[in-house]
């Protein structure tokens, strides 16, 4: 055990080398980290190699121009902090949707920092790319819609007007499979097909 854990440890610090060299350096820190756990303390989460407990504390930080992250590993935690830019010196947990956007149009310039705050809204947003995604569709469907929510109903099922009361259902059943909250999907993208849902079978005769 103990023999692996030198063997795990040092193909996870190859691989976050690799990388490195890729530029992946979002991937390189969470590899690296695991890498670094299993060689310092010889455990990986749950599973141990026979080495000293964990310290508490024990933080590894990568840093882009725009961004500073740490990764707790014995927690999993992410944290991150705005360098540069209209918001710097701000906590990323403190900056809402329309903050989020902004920052992530200002430094879609800059491959490093855009995967870096990719991966901290991976972490802690769970769901951000449909939510945003579906709340950008929705400002098309309602131009094309005229704001009518019945139609915008089937448009968020894939529906076509007059669909069946199983229709709507069958509908709504493949796709809360994709995004219930339960399954790490979108909260928001669940309660509107919620609705799109009951809107439409109070419409079936």
Known sequence: MRGLRWVVGGLGALTALGLL??????????????????LRTGRLGAISFDGPAADAGNISKVQSYSFAMELDHDTGAVSGRVLNGQFAGMDLMD??????????AEVGGDADSLSLLESWLDANRGGWREYFASQDANEKTGAKTGGDPVAEAYEILGLKPGASGDEIRAAHRDLMKAVHPDHGGSSYLAAKINEARDLLLKQVP
């Open 21 to 38: 060299l890729a530029r992946r350096f979002d991937l390189a820190l969470f590899v690296g980290a695991a890498a670094f756990a299993v």
């Open 95 to 104: 900056l809402g949707e329309m903050d989020t956007r902004l920052l992530l």
